[in-house]
C-alpha cells in the first residue's frame, strides 16, 4: 500500500538546523511530485513548496525562500526538509504529500514530524 | 498569489446537509478544469484528500461527500452529516502554484 513515512519529533535551540526525512513506499518515487505543508500549533495549512522528483529541481513558496532546502536521496525513495537558522516560529508540524502532476492535488500524506523551537 | 477565502466555522446537526463555500480572488479554471481540492483535517491527523478537480470524489471517500463550482466559487457539500465528519475542512488550488484557504470547521450542533 501506499505510505509516505516522516522521520520522529525534534527539538531545537534557536540558530541550530535540522532535516527532516520523508521515505515513500508502495509506488515509483518519480512517478509523483513530493509537496511540504506547514502547519502551525492551532493553525491552518501553509503551502511550503514542491521538489520534481524527476529533475531535483525544488520550488518554494514565498516564504520559504530563504533557510529552507528541499533535498531527495532518489534510489532511497526519499525526501528531504532541512530548516537552517532555525526561529521560535518554525515551531509546527511539518508535512510530506504526494502530489499528482495531472490534477495538482496532494493524494497522500505523510502524518506529520512535529518541530518545536526553544532556547 | 490566488488567495481562497472560507467561513472559520459551520455547526450542523446530525443528518442535515453540510455546505461549506470556497471563494478565490482568481480564476482558478483552465482548459475545461477546475484547479481546486478539498481536504479533511481532524484533531492530530493528517489531511485526507476528498475531492480533486472541484467535483471528483477521492478514492475511498464516501458519496456522502460531493463537491461542485467553477471559476472563483466552490462548495464541498456533506449530505448527510454524521458524528464522525467533525473536522476541519480545507479547499486547495492549484491553478497557479498552490494555496490552501484558512480551513472551516465543522462542528455539530
Known amino acids: 500500500q501506499i505510505q509516505l513515512v516522516q522521520s520522529g519529533p525534534e527539538l531545537k535551540k534557536p540558530g541550530e538546523s535540522l532535516k527532516i526525512s520523508c521515505k515513500a513506499s508502495?509506488?515509483?518515487?518519480?512517478?509523483?511530485?513530493m509537496q511540504w505543508v506547514k502547519q502551525a500549533p492551532g493553525k491552518g495549512l501553509q503551502y511550503m513548496g514542491w521538489?520534481?522528483?524527476?529533475?531535483?529541481?525544488?520550488t518554494y513558496a514565498d516564504d520559504f525562500k530563504e533557510r529552507f532546502v528541499f533535498s531527495l536521496e532518489t534510489s532511497a525513495s526519499t525526501a528531504y526538509l532541512q530548516i537552517n537558522n532555525l526561529k521560535n516560529e518554525d515551531t509546527a508540524t511539518y508535512f510530506c504529500?504526494?502530489?499528482?502532476?495531472?490534477?495538482?492535488?496532494?493524494?497522500?500524506w505523510g502524518q506529520g514530524v512535529m518541530v518545536t523551537v526553544s532556547s | 498569489d490566488i488567495v481562497l477565502t472560507q467561513s472559520p466555522a459551520l455547526a450542523v446537526s446530525l443528518g442535515q446537509r453540510a455546505t461549506i463555500s470556497c471563494k478565490t480572488n482568481?480564476?482558478?479554471?483552465?482548459?475545461?478544469?477546475?484547479?481546486m481540492h478539498w481536504y479533511q483535517q481532524k484533531p492530530g491527523q493528517q489531511p485526507k484528500l476528498l475531492i480533486y478537480?472541484?467535483?471528483n470524489l477521492a478514492s475511498g471517500i464516501p458519496a456522502r461527500f460531493s463537491g461542485r463550482g467553477s471559476g472563483t466559487d466552490f462548495t464541498l457539500t456533506i449530505d448527510p452529516v454524521e458524528a464522525d465528519d467533525t473536522a476541519t475542512y480545507y479547499c486547495?488550488?492549484?491553478?497557479?502554484?498552490?494555496?490552501f484557504g484558512g480551513g472551516t470547521k465543522l462542528e455539530l450542533k
Open positions: 504529500a504526494r502530489g499528482r502532476w495531472l490534477g495538482g492535488d496532494f493524494d497522500y
Open positions: 508502495g509506488y515509483t518515487f518519480t512517478d509523483y511530485a
Open positions: 521538489i520534481n522528483t524527476q529533475t531535483g529541481k525544488p
Open positions: 482568481q480564476n482558478v479554471d483552465y482548459y475545461g478544469n477546475s484547479y
Open positions: 478537480l472541484a467535483s
Open positions: 486547495q488550488q492549484s491553478r497557479n502554484l498552490w494555496t
